[in-house]
């Protein structure tokens, strides 16, 4: 059973709490919740920071890299002094900051098909933020054959997508809902989609995506609204554009 929400945590989460569609009950949902977030870099940043803020219970973070200048201009939940650190402690210490009722889970490795179901399963609910296309393959495998929930994201210079999968499960017109795989059958050739580093990213871009990431993950705990389950979303940065598409199990 979830503790009760203390004074200072009704205080805390008072704007969540007065949404009629939140309510303490929702709050308490997010208190109990346990969040695996894959990569603490452009994505992961602003997920970490308002999945904290709105009490998330529990927050795995999952990445192996340290954190350098040049992740500072997209990396918002590192600071200067925290270059050379890994990115899994700095993002510990701004958790910690942001809100100390939420306890971080660090894993200091790269997530792969041989790890990443034993670890997917200690979570309820997993959001990718990851760069490439082989962990996020395995993510998206794992979260199937676990039955956990994914929000997958991805960004590329001015535009970025989100959707949530839930293949284990059947759709409101009773077939089942698609997987990474319906959308993604294959991972393109090595070298044809260059990474952030070659091709660049505007560092606003990932706050806006990995914000809709988390606002999907909220959604997903609390139970309101409808997620991007079978929906694509894109959206053009230079256009201001959005954008939904609709795929299906193949």
């Known amino acids: 059973m979830t503790p009760a929400l203390t004074a200072d945590e009704i205080e ?3 704007r969540h709490i007065v949404l009629p569609e939140v309510g303490g009950a929702g709050q308490q949902k997010l208190k109990q919740a346990r969040v ?3 990569g603490a870099g452009g994505l992961g940043a602003p997920v970490l920071e308002y999945l904290a803020a ?8 999952v990445d192996d890299d340290a954190v350098s200048l040049s992740n500072l201009q997209r990396q918002v939940i590192h600071g200067t002094d925290a270059v050379g650190m890994l990115k899994t402690d ?11 009722n939420t306890s971080v889970e660090t894993h200091t490795f790269r997530l792969t098909e ?17 760069d490439n296309f082989e962990t996020r393959y395995a993510v998206a495998d794992a979260c199937a054959g676990e ?5 997958h994201a991805a960004v590329g210079r001015f535009d970025g997508s989100v959707t949530v999968l839930k293949p284990f499960e ?25 990474s952030c580093a070659e091709a660049g990213v505007l560092g606003a871009l990932t706050g806006v995506v990995g914000t809709l990431q988390a606002m999907e993950a909220i959604k997903l ?7 991007l389950v079978g929906r694509l979303l894109l959206y053009d940065a230079l256009s201001a554009r959005f954008e939904t598409i609709r795929y299906k199990r193949t």
């Open 54 to 61: 709105a009490g998330v219970g529990t927050l795995g973070i």
């Open 221 to 227: 705990i609390t139970g309101i609204g409808e997620p």
């Open 147 to 151: 039955r956990k929930p994914l929000v």
């Open 12 to 14: 805390r989460y008072a």
């Open 114 to 130: 041989d790890n990443a179901p034993a670890l997917i399963a200690r979570y309820d609910i997993v959001v990718d933020g990851s």
């Open 90 to 100: 700095s993002a510990k210490a701004a958790i910690a900051r942001i809100n100390p």
């Open 170 to 194: 059947d759709g409101k017109d009773g077939s089942p809902n698609p997987g990474y795989r319906d959308l993604f059958p294959e991972p393109p050739p090595p070298g044809m989609v260059p």
């Open 36 to 38: 695996l977030v894959i």
